[in-house]
Structure formats: C-alpha cells, structure tokens
C-alpha cells in the first residue's frame, strides 16, 4: 500500500501531518512518500493553498491536518478491499 503526502520545506502543518503518518506507519506497514510540491509546478500549482495532502493509493484522503485514529482506520479498509473514498470533513 502506498502512501503520498504533499509538503513543502518549513510547513508546520505538514511536519506534524508527516509525523501523525509515521506514527501509524510504526504500527501498519506501508510505502511512505514525501514529495516537495516546490520541485513540480503542476503539484504547486494544483496544492499550493491546500498542504499538507495525505494521498493513500493516489487518492486525496486527507488536507491540512491527520487524524491518527481515523488515518489508520482508512488504511485497514484499503487493506480489507474497501476502496479509499475522502474523508468527511477534510475535503481532500
């Protein structure tokens, strides 16, 4: 299973972001990808006001904050076959 978030260097919000995956990440095994929107102007132009994007299999799961609980949740149903849809609320 793949995990993507979308940052960019000196983002609060995404180092914490980065650290909620990593925590779940401890528990759940999972290829994790950080990707510099600065490096790409089709990425920062499309995400810009809208980082951090957590992208589980490539889909928008969650914008601007993580909720572990919920994160790892997400990612046990992938895992079962459920397939990953956005998250109320975060407009991912």
Known sequence: MRVDIYSKPRC?????????????????????????????PELFETWRYDIPVVLIEGVPAFKYRVDPEVLEARLREVMNGTPIAKTVGQDG
């Open 12 to 40: 609060s919000l995404c180092e914490k972001a980065r650290a909620v995956v990593e925590e779940v990440q401890a528990r759940l095994p999972f290829e994790l990808y950080v990707t510099d929107i600065l490096q790409s």
